[in-house]
């Protein structure tokens, strides 16, 4: 079925169709002519860096003095480098968009695509003695690598600059010159291919001399001139001066094919064209002054003229050329697109395409050619989504989605996952091949970037605006990208208010989450911007983040604020810590003062570290009741208490502390009275309690001194009671206990005088004071007694059936049959009456 539609571009080389897709063309600046420059391009549709050619005459125009110029892919300037360095060697583009430009003494620098320089190494002495000839970037599984040969015939590479230099083998019959020269990547490894004359020498690390691989053409030449490496770094090609192209395995073990260009002048650039569908390449790119020819494996051609000024940018997916006037990139088209639009296609897609459209005209015909491709809808409308993430038109995407869309209706519970995917992804990338976005990505490099690189790259370039859109649109978190812009904001404006008011409108959204205003404090703090630093400070909530930062800054008072607001002592620790490291005694206590929650901190960090410098702070803020507390601690320490009561109680006095004033007075008198009382019995009162005095004194038998200390410090009835009768207990005293008990009513009852005289074994004296406890407690009083027989009466007259079981388990009872019988009648008497 011939369907005309979007076939102008494409070529065939059999059995493959290859197409060409315009990308936007660039505008140049009118000073530019590519056709007297050395250029190279970054891969994924960035930036290229161009420089003056010095093979080639030009009239100088302007300074001259070597200038690098990047520009982005529609021809804007975006940064330039004045070369002030030694001879430049080579120029080539890193995995992150940077500059890595390579001189003669063996010296790499590394710029940002703005012309900024980012750091510069060396391959050490070897290289920088002997001097660089050539020097070549590539890609390796480490980031990216640079490759250098010397004028003595040695190569040297570093996979990345933090990596140290390898030298690789020795070139055998090195007296011959190399005419060409390729970096091959192989897992984890990087060695070199060069051709010399009709041979190909391995360079291989590890090895003490390369290997040489010869006979690789059958048609006569002199020697191998161009090596092209594939993408992948799987396929080889090799060019002789006679125009002939082999191509075949990197290994050199397989050979595609041979092929005489038919030739004479010699080619700028070979590149290997990747497929779209697969990791695989069957052809090559090979341009010429004003021609371009492509060659596969299967030896068949196509070629085209074209501008006298082209350059060759090889992809993952095709390769892209650059010119003075136009920007286009070849691909090998996609099968699933060769399904729809081919001319004469039988393909069920392409049926279905056809059956959108004339259901769209509101033809009959649209449900016979729906009939033709109702068995295989589902593949149809599959291969519909597939190829228009392949597109670039934005009408042809919109074509194939409506026939993707309108298939979908006839199958039954169809998942729209896929479908919703690449639409949303479609718009990510119109929108990066936009002329002022200036990224023209394929659907193929973006998957392999992923969403995340391409953020970051748009952060690079400043599109912050288009970044958290795309971001939203992904379903990504945006508040990175808000911090990169705050970034920018706080190094490029100057008004401290505006920028402030800016950020904190931007990050008041609520869907924004993860933004930490210290980061762009801190960022504000490196740009000498403290005010601005502080005034971000103040919009984060976390203290634990704020106070760092606060103390980097030597904002000390505004770090003791935030830490004590948060209530966290760790941190309030930490900076009183930081603080008394940084600042003088005396400004610290000033600053403190204010915060009760740190000075209390720092004071407990002093008593245990620096008691001189407490009592200072104390005094300082004119603390009387910590002047004291220090006193009393020294005192206690120095075993000097008695001599330091009145200061320390003046302190309590001053402080308004009437109670513990009062004690300091009490605990002197008491102090002097028991130097007294140690030199009136011949023992030791010194720094008793009072109990423990009041104690002693009723053992000494001196109840008159005791009832003093009772009356002068009012010592409670109940307790002096206590003291007493223990007194008289531990020295036997039944008699002087008997009439105490007498001499008047117990304030503390006359269960203690039955503990006492238990104590003691003292059952018979026990006995005279049952009689005068507790009801409720005589039976239990009897029973530790063993008045057994009493205990059963008391029991009975107290109707308490509970201690008569209790009684009837002591073995006692159990052996008297007496008192067995009593009990047992009691109990029945009880349990009758119930």
């Known amino acids: 079925m011939p369907i005309m539609y979007n076939t102008g571009e494409w070529f065939k080389v059999r059995p493959d169709y290859y197409r060409k897709v315009e990308l936007d063309a660039p505008d140049w600046p009118m000073d530019l002519d590519l056709e007297y420059m050395q250029v190279v391009a970054a891969p994924y549709g960035g930036p290229l860096a161009a420089i003056r050619d010095p093979l080639k005459l030009v009239p100088v125009k302007g300074s001259s003095r070597p200038m690098i110029r990047i520009f982005d892919t529609t021809g804007r300037e975006t940064g330039h480098v004045l070369w002030n360095h030694g001879k430049l060697i080579a120029m080539g583009w890193s995995d992150t968009e940077e500059l890595i430009c390579v001189q003669e003494n063996a010296k790499v620098f590394v710029y940002d695509m703005?012309?900024?320089?980012?750091?510069?190494?060396?391959?050490?002495?070897?290289?920088?003695?002997?001097?660089?000839?050539?020097?070549?970037?590539?890609?390796?599984?480490?980031?990216?690598?640079?490759?250098?040969?010397t004028t003595s015939g040695r190569v040297f590479l570093k996979h990345n600059s933090n990596k140290t230099e390898r030298k690789l083998p020795d070139i055998p019959n090195s007296h011959v010159d190399c005419t060409c020269w390729e970096i091959v990547t192989e897992g984890r490894n990087s060695y070199c291919l060069l051709g010399r004359e009709r041979e190909i020498i391995k360079l291989f690390p590890g090895e003490t001399v390369g290997t040489i691989k010869d006979n690789l053409f059958e048609k006569p030449h002199d020697r191998i001139i161009k090596i092209s490496v594939s993408y992948n770094h799987q396929h080889l090609a090799l060019y002789t001066n006679t125009g002939l192209l082999w191509l075949g395995s990197v290994d050199m073990r397989q050979k595609y094919c041979e092929f005489d260009t038919g030739r004479k002048d010699l080619p700028q650039q070979i590149e290997w064209i990747m497929n779209t569908d697969n990791t695989e390449s069957d052809a090559v790119v090979i341009s010429y002054p004003s021609f371009l020819l492509i060659v596969n494996r299967n030896a068949d051609r196509s070629d085209f003229p074209h501008d006298p000024s082209m350059f060759l940018v090889a992809e993952m997916d095709g390769v892209r050329i650059i010119t003075q006037s136009s920007h286009e990139m070849i691909q090998r088209l996609p099968k699933c697109v060769e399904n729809i639009f081919a001319v004469n296609s039988q393909e069920p897609a392409s049926y279905l395409f056809e059956a959108q459209k004339k259901f769209e005209e509101k033809s009959y015909k649209s449900d016979e050619y729906l009939s033709m491709c109702r068995d295989?809808?589902?593949?149809?409308?599959?291969?519909?989504?597939?190829?228009?993430?392949?597109?670039?038109?934005?009408?042809?995407?919109?074509?194939?989605?409506?026939?993707?869309?309108?298939?979908?209706?006839?199958?039954?519970?169809?998942?729209?996952?896929?479908?919703?995917?690449?639409?949303?992804?479609?718009?990510?990338?119109?929108?990066?091949?936009?002329?002022?976005?200036?990224?023209?990505?394929?659907?193929?490099?973006?998957?392999?970037?992923?969403?995340?690189?391409?953020?970051?790259?748009?952060?690079?370039?400043?599109?912050?605006?288009?970044?958290?859109?795309?971001?939203?649109?992904?379903?990504?978190?945006?508040?990175?990208?808000?911090?990169?812009?705050?970034?920018?904001?706080?190094?490029?404006?100057?008004?401290?208010?505006?920028?402030?008011?800016?950020i904190t409108e931007k990050f008041k959204n609520p869907s924004v989450e993860g933004i930490s205003f210290c980061n762009i404090a801190e960022k504000a703090h490196q740009n000498g911007r403290d005010e601005l630093a502080i005034k971000l400070l103040e919009l984060e909530p976390r203290a634990s983040l704020q106070v760092p930062l606060l103390l980097k800054m030597r904002k000390f008072d505004r770090a003791v604020a935030s830490a004590t607001q948060s209530g966290d002592t760790e941190l309030i620790t930490t900076v009183l810590l930081e603080i008394k490291m940084n600042m003088m005694l005396t400004n610290l206590q000033m600053t403190?003062?204010?915060?009760?929650?740190?000075?209390?901190?720092?004071?407990?960090?002093?008593?245990?570290?620096?008691?001189?410098?407490?009592?200072?702070?104390?005094?300082?803020?004119?603390?009387?009741?910590?002047?004291?507390?220090?006193?009393?601690?020294?005192?206690?320490?120095?075993?000097?208490?008695?001599?330091?009561?009145?200061?320390?109680?003046?302190?309590?006095?001053?402080?308004?502390?009437?109670?513990?004033?009062?004690?300091?007075?009490?605990?002197?008198?008491?102090?002097?009275?028991?130097?007294?009382?140690?030199?009136?019995?011949?023992?030791?009162?010194?720094?008793?309690?009072?109990?423990?005095?009041?104690?002693?004194?009723?053992?000494?038998?001196?109840?008159?001194?005791?009832?003093?200390?009772k009356n002068d410090y009012?010592?409670?009835?109940?307790?002096?009671?206590?003291?007493?009768?223990?007194?008289m207990a531990e020295f036997s005293n039944w008699d002087q206990l008997e009439k105490f008990a007498k001499s008047k009513k117990s304030p503390i009852g006359y269960e203690p005088f039955v503990e006492v005289c238990l104590k003691h074994q003292n059952k018979v004296e026990a006995q005279k004071y049952i009689p005068r406890c507790r009801e409720t407690r005589k039976v239990h009083w009897y029973m530790q007694t063993e008045l057994f027989e009493t205990a059963i009466d008391c029991a009975y007259e107290q109707r308490d059936l509970h201690s008569l079981y209790e009684l009837k388990k002591k073995d006692s009872i159990l052996n008297d049959h007496n008192l067995l019988d009593k009990l047992l009648k009691s109990i029945a008497q009880l349990e009758s009456r119930k």
């Open 714 to 727: 009012k010592v409670p009835d109940r307790r002096f009671w206590w003291l007493r009768i223990l007194a």
């Open 376 to 502: 295989k809808i589902g593949l149809s409308v599959n291969q519909c989504i597939e190829a228009a993430s392949y597109e670039f038109c934005t009408e042809t995407q919109k074509s194939l989605l409506r026939t993707a869309n309108f298939g979908k209706g006839f199958i039954h519970g169809h998942n729209p996952d896929e479908y919703m995917r690449i639409m949303r992804i479609l718009r990510v990338l119109n929108t990066l091949r936009h002329e002022k976005i200036a990224m023209p990505l394929t659907f193929k490099q973006f998957s392999h970037l992923n969403p995340e690189v391409i953020l970051s790259r748009l952060v690079f370039r400043k599109h912050y605006a288009v970044a958290i859109q795309v971001a939203k649109h992904l379903s990504l978190p945006e508040s990175w990208i808000l911090e990169h812009w705050a970034y920018h904001k706080v190094m490029n404006d100057h008004n401290d208010n505006e920028v402030a008011r800016r």
């Open 592 to 709: 403190i003062r204010d915060h009760p929650l740190a000075l209390s901190m720092y004071k407990k960090i002093m008593r245990d570290t620096n008691r001189a410098a407490l009592y200072g702070i104390c005094n300082g803020v004119d603390d009387q009741k910590a002047i004291a507390e220090y006193h009393f601690e020294n005192a206690i320490e120095s075993e000097g208490l008695e001599s330091n009561l009145s200061l320390i109680g003046n302190s309590y006095t001053q402080g308004r502390c009437p109670v513990e004033a009062e004690l300091c007075a009490e605990t002197s008198r008491m102090l002097k009275l028991q130097k007294t009382l140690s030199s009136k019995h011949n023992i030791d009162f010194n720094g008793l309690s009072i109990h423990n005095t009041i104690s002693n004194l009723l053992k000494l038998g001196d109840l008159k001194e005791a009832e003093k200390i």
């Open 114 to 149: 703005f012309g900024i320089e980012k750091e510069s190494y060396t391959f050490g002495d070897e290289a920088s003695v002997t001097k660089i000839l050539e020097a070549k970037v590539f890609q390796s599984s480490v980031g990216t690598g640079v490759a250098v040969l």
